[in-house]
């Protein structure tokens, strides 16, 4: 049998019969793994005037997504680190080699993608052709039994590295399903929670205006008054709530539009006292503005809508005559106005306040009734005007929310 010379002879074949070059059995694998055949699906029926899709299969997400040259480092590292093993060991240690570089294809493709574990195939049989088999450092095999052995090596170290692969992307649609089953069963369960609250916040001022009416007829005067005004109430709360459902879908689907113009900032804080008079009488109430206090520039109907739910919600979520305070102004140095509703109430517990400003977040302690959505509307309408809500603690118990809005003064806004 010929030998052929190392990079320009013709390099002999590995099986008996014709020659043919050793590269052409790595080409074949090569081609046949690129192009195996796809299942062939019938074509949908179509009527005149159609147009005819195509829906190309679409390729796994982990084979199919590019390899970075960190995986085809690492396969070559790899291959290079028991190609220094090998060189130590007993020549007559070749075949125990070859299945180390084996072992190492499958265990690469349970790390890299397809296209370092075809590199790491190939340039395992190269590798072990040239420097382990006998005769050495030539691409030439003597023995028949190595030729055979040598001539499935690439395709097993293939197979099974594909098969390897395969069985990593299973187990990640699976982990995926997984967590999709999980995400949807969360859901169903905040769906369930939130269509039993609603229900109930519902049937609470529908059961208390029934109710009123009925007793409506043939009441005194003094009690006809005290029945219209339960019958306010719920009324308002009633609105409250389908206001707050409402905005609350707005402000996820990016239809609130701010409408920014200047806006004096005690009408904003009046405007917002007076919107909760029923919630917040019994409460001792101060507000303290500077006599300066210029205008801001926001929107007159989105920042009255949130600093009334941070009254609203320092009114019902501390006790009868607990006193609450607002503030307002420009910070000094800076380029925010603020307007700040400060109560003596319980405070919040430190497990709540990381998600204050988060959907259906309700503390223990809580009132009966409520979505939770007061906090998330009021970070929302503050945040689809370019500023942002804080808490903290006031300063002698209770809590202290502050909106702040960037401010410029109406010069410099003419100025720019």
């Given at each position: 049998?010929?030998?052929?010379?190392?990079?320009?002879?013709?390099?002999?074949?590995?099986?008996?019969?014709?020659?043919?070059?050793?590269?052409?059995?790595?080409?074949?694998?090569?081609?046949?793994?690129?192009?195996?055949?796809?299942?062939?699906?019938?074509?949908?029926?179509?009527?005149?005037?159609?147009?005819?899709?195509?829906?190309?299969?679409?390729?796994?997400?982990?084979?199919?997504?590019?390899?970075?040259?960190?995986?085809?480092?690492?396969?070559?590292?790899?291959?290079?680190?028991?190609?220094?093993?090998?060189?130590?060991?007993?020549?007559?240690?070749?075949?125990?080699?070859?299945?180390?570089?084996?072992?190492?294809v499958i265990l690469l493709s349970l790390r890299v993608g397809r296209g370092p574990v075809v590199l790491a195939g190939l340039l395992s049989a190269v590798t072990w052709d040239y420097l382990f088999i006998p005769?050495?450092?030539?691409?030439?095999?003597?023995?028949?039994?190595?030729?055979?052995?040598?001539?499935?090596?690439?395709?097993?170290?293939?197979?099974?590295?594909?098969?390897?692969?395969?069985?990593?992307?299973?187990?990640?649609?699976?982990?995926?399903?997984?967590?999709?089953?999980?995400?949807?069963?969360?859901?169903?369960?905040?769906?369930?929670?939130?269509?039993?609250?609603?229900?109930?916040?519902?049937?609470?001022?529908?059961?208390?205006?029934?109710?009123a009416l009925e007793n409506l007829d043939g009441a005194a005067p003094a009690m006809q008054a005290g029945l219209v005004g339960e019958m306010r109430v719920a009324a308002r709360r009633l609105n409250r709530l389908?206001?707050?459902?409402l905005d609350q879908t707005r402000l996820e689907t990016g239809a609130l539009r701010p409408r920014l113009d200047w806006c004096d900032a005690r009408d904003l804080v009046n405007a917002a006292i007076d919107g909760?008079?029923?919630?917040?009488?019994?409460?001792?109430?101060?507000?303290?503005?500077?006599?300066?206090?210029?205008?801001?520039?926001?929107?007159?109907?989105?920042?009255?809508?949130?600093?009334?739910?941070?009254?609203?919600?320092?009114?019902?979520?501390?006790?009868?005559?607990?006193?609450?305070?607002?503030?307002?102004?420009?910070?000094?140095?800076?380029?925010?106005?603020?307007?700040?509703?400060?109560?003596?109430?319980?405070?919040?517990?430190?497990?709540?306040?990381?998600?204050?400003?988060?959907?259906?977040?309700?503390?223990?302690?809580?009132?009966?009734?409520?979505?939770?959505?007061?906090?998330?509307?009021?970070?929302?309408?503050?945040?689809?005007?370019?500023?942002?809500?804080?808490?903290?603690?006031?300063?002698?118990?209770?809590?202290?929310?502050?909106?702040?809005?960037?401010?410029?003064?109406?010069?410099?806004?003419?100025?720019?």
């Open positions: 049998m010929g030998t052929g010379v190392k990079g320009l002879s013709p390099v002999p074949s590995v099986f008996s019969g014709p020659p043919a070059p050793t590269a052409r059995i790595f080409l074949f694998c090569l081609l046949r793994l690129r192009f195996q055949r796809q299942p062939v699906r019938p074509l949908p029926n179509l009527e005149p005037g159609d147009a005819l899709s195509i829906d190309r299969p679409k390729p796994d997400a982990l084979s199919a997504s590019p390899s970075g040259w960190g995986e085809y480092g690492l396969a070559v590292g790899v291959l290079g680190v028991l190609t220094g093993i090998g060189l130590a060991l007993p020549a007559s240690t070749y075949l125990s080699i070859g299945l180390l570089y084996l072992l190492a005769p050495h450092f030539r691409f030439a095999i003597s023995n028949p039994q190595d030729r055979l052995m040598f001539g499935t090596y690439f395709p097993v170290a293939l197979i099974a590295g594909q098969l390897a692969a395969r069985i990593r992307a299973q187990a990640a649609r699976d982990r995926r399903r997984t967590e999709a089953a999980k995400l949807l069963a969360e859901s169903e369960k905040l769906h369930r929670a939130l269509l039993d609250s609603v229900s109930h916040e519902l049937r609470t001022p529908l059961a208390v205006i029934t109710a389908v206001g707050n459902l909760n008079r029923d919630a917040l009488a019994g409460h001792p109430l101060t507000v303290e503005m500077p006599d300066d206090l210029p205008s801001v520039r926001a929107d007159f109907t989105l920042t009255e809508q949130a600093l009334g739910n941070l009254l609203l919600n320092a009114a019902v979520h501390t006790p009868p005559a607990t006193p609450i305070r607002v503030t307002a102004g420009v910070e000094g140095g800076s380029q925010r106005a603020f307007f700040s509703v400060a109560d003596h109430g319980p405070g919040l517990p430190p497990a709540i306040r990381g998600q204050l400003f988060k959907k259906f977040v309700r503390g223990e302690t809580a009132r009966a009734g409520g979505l939770g959505l007061g906090l998330a509307i009021v970070g929302g309408l503050v945040a689809a005007q370019g500023g942002e809500v804080g808490y903290n603690e006031n300063p002698g118990g209770g809590a202290r929310f502050t909106i702040y809005l960037p401010h410029v003064t109406p010069q410099a806004a003419e100025s720019e």
